[in-house]
RNA sequence: CGGGGUGUAGCUCAGUUUGGCCAGAGCGCCUGGUUUGGGACCAGGAAGUCGCAGGUUCGAAUCCUGUCACCCCGACCA
């Protein structure tokens, strides 16, 4: 492709609404466009590089054995209605009504629309397993778009669904699926760590995320130090915290504490540390009220919390709630006195391990020292439980192991979903025996524009992009430095011979100053430019020179074509050899 | 949805506090010339209802009211 004829609009300076680099580089690089908060339009080298991406998706998907299908976007509320995600999904969930009063659903995902074609196709266990997948634009009406299209509104997924009659067929699905996107991330030259996801109020039975670790992901990646296991941070477990030896303590005190609710409040009130405090957040089901404790320092973590309430939806209670429950305003409830008032209390490892705290007390304006657990409160009987339900955090172990930290980019995530789609949607199948049985089911997703900012974030320097020869929007560019006619003569020659050896070429063919077209290519990212010069044609050389690298390499000018044609087939072998 | 911020030329921004002599700069774009290996130089030129709608005033980018959009933090998020 000759420069002059391309729409690749390249901006010198930065723009002042990109804050992460993949998104500041994917609009001056001329990838893209906005169009609204949260939407982008891809450009033709943007594009170029999506196709890519869902190729390498697609080829993978294939050997392992998925089919490709389409769904429409637009979808019928009552199918939504069905899983009851009508309302899990909230605000999230985009929808319009249709000029005959219809509600439809902008698909954010498609477990309903596969589960409903299982439901009328699949009639007996000789079918499955049965595993089809999709590269198709998503919509979430988030909150707050951000980070460029690390969270937009409308985006590209491959979702892929499999269909097993039973559990080993769906673990060894999962396992291919999961082989499967190890392949497709090492192939897209992307860095990555597999860690262990949180199945949340799905209900799941295992789940693995797929996560680029990067400054400016939104993920909490949590580590064993020896590097054996990887986990979410909402699934991360922490070993409890060793007893504190005990103190002399005497009886809980109250203390005015006039409108100091926070814990930063109360701990400058009371000259105290974060961690000589107990939180008591008072959360609710649809059915029931509970509270959490947790040390001052510490954050609850909703996942953990959700075990213990599989299949409901829970939430902070409301301040009326609060007050009905404790008797106090919101920010003076304490265990001391709370069992019986709340149907449940769950009590962190960290909390029971203190030796004494400060708490609520359960009365607007005061709160309690010499606060002894165990002594003050009840760490056992009906209704109370010591578990882990907080986050980990920088000086936790598990299993004596430090844990460490990291952030990422989640880019995919493969789940068993079990059988709540098949359930609630009736796609079932006669088994061996004649008994009707809901299928089970996997779902595996891979954000498509996700991988491509990944891919920017991890590989870039102060130039610009540094693609992956997998998936750069050109692999190599030929660059006449000098306006003479001779110099223009050659490269069009290597231009040709690259294009006929199959080498996605781009011929930088514009009336522009070397300096102009040097940075454009450096920005873009292209992996390998040949680069004609006055001086080096008159010594019948052409220099290569790797985006990667700071050195330039000198080749006859003949064997140039040769010489790009197989760095670039090297550089291909490197990241689809696995 | 709560908090903060920004809307002035295609882009990045100054000017708004203290209303008038204030429609500006750099980059980009167009024309001509010189230049030609790391975003050239000179000369000339086109380009903005100052987000939008009201209001105050002799006079509004600037003050007031409303509204919209965008960005950041938080809450939320298979």
């Not at 009406?141 to 097993?164: N, T």
């Not at 069992?339 to 909390?351: Q, S, Y």
Request: glycine share 8%; proline share 5%; net charge negative.
């Amino acid at each position: 492709m000759r420069y002059s004829q391309t729409f690749i609009p390249t901006v010198k300076e930065v723009p002042a609404e990109a804050e992460i680099i993949s998104h500041q580089l994917m609009i001056r690089a001329g990838l893209m466009r906005k169009l609204a908060s949260g939407t982008y339009i891809y450009l033709p080298a943007g594009q170029r590089i999506l196709l890519k991406v869902m190729n390498i998706v697609r080829e993978e998907m294939n050997r392992a054995g998925a089919q490709e299908c389409t769904v429409p976007v637009v979808q019928p509320m009552e199918l939504w209605q069905k899983t009851g995600r009508d309302i899990d999904y909230g605000e999230t969930l985009g929808k319009f009504r249709d000029r005959h009063g219809r509600m439809n659903v902008l698909s954010p995902t498609a477990e309903e629309g596969f589960t409903y074609l299982a439901s009328q196709e699949i009639q007996s266990y000789k079918q499955l397993p049965l595993n089809l997948y999709q590269i198709n634009t998503k919509y979430r009406d988030e909150f707050r778009p951000r980070f460029g299209v690390l969270r937009s509104r409308e985006f590209l997924m491959k979702d892929a669904y499999s269909f097993h009659a039973t559990e080993e067929c769906l673990h060894k699905t999962y396992m291919d699926m999961y082989h499967a996107y190890r392949r497709v991330f090492a192939r897209c030259g992307l860095e990555f760590v597999i860690v262990e996801a949180e199945t949340g109020e799905m209900g799941g039975t295992g789940s693995h995320q797929f996560t680029v670790p990067c400054e400016n992901g939104e993920d909490v990646i949590v580590y064993t130090e020896d590097g054996q296991r990887a986990w979410n941070i909402e699934k991360a477990p922490v070993d409890p915290l060793p007893k504190q030896p005990p103190v002399r303590a005497d009886a809980p005190a109250e203390v005015h504490t006039p409108s100091v609710g926070s814990i930063e409040a109360v701990c400058a009130f009371l000259k105290a540390r974060p961690q000589d405090l107990i939180k008591t957040l008072i959360y609710k089901t649809d059915e029931e009220v509970f509270a959490v404790l947790v040390r001052g320092d510490h954050e609850v973590n909703p996942e953990k919390v959700n075990q213990f309430f599989v299949g409901h939806h829970i939430e902070l209670a409301d301040e009326e709630t609060i007050q009905k429950v404790t008797g106090a305003a919101v920010g003076f409830a304490g265990p001391v006195g709370l069992a019986g008032r709340v149907g449940r209390i769950l009590i962190d490892h960290a909390v029971a391990a203190m030796a004494v705290g400060i708490t609520g007390a359960n009365k607007t304006d005061y709160h309690l020292k010499n606060v002894v657990p165990g002594r003050d409160f009840p760490l056992e009987g009906p209704g109370i439980q010591v578990c882990d339900v907080r986050n980990a955090v920088a000086g936790d172990t598990w299993n004596g192991k430090k844990l460490l930290f990291k952030r990422g980019i989640e880019v995919g995530q493969v789940f068993k979903l079990g059988t709540k789609y098949s359930v609630k949607l009736e796609a079932f199948f006669l088994d061996e025996e004649g008994r009707r049985k809901p299928c089970l089911m996997g779902c595996y997703g891979i954000g498509i524009n996700r991988i491509v900012a990944s891919a920017i974030e991890q590989s870039h320097d102060e130039w610009g992009i540094i693609w992956p020869m997998t998936i750069a929007p050109w692999q190599v560019i030929v660059t006449p430095a000098a306006p003479d006619a001779d110099v223009m003569e050659a490269a069009e020659r290597i231009y040709r011979e690259l294009l006929n050896k199959g080498v996605e070429v781009l011929l930088d063919d514009r009336d522009l100053r070397a300096g102009v077209k040097f940075k454009d290519a450096d920005l873009l990212g292209i992996p390998i430019r040949i680069t004609l010069g006055k001086n080096s044609l008159a010594e019948g050389k052409a220099e290569v020179k790797l985006r990667s690298e700071k050195d330039k390499q000198m080749v006859e000018i003949s064997r140039a074509a040769d010489f790009a044609a197989e760095r670039v087939q090297q550089m291909l072998a490197k990241l689809n050899q696995i």
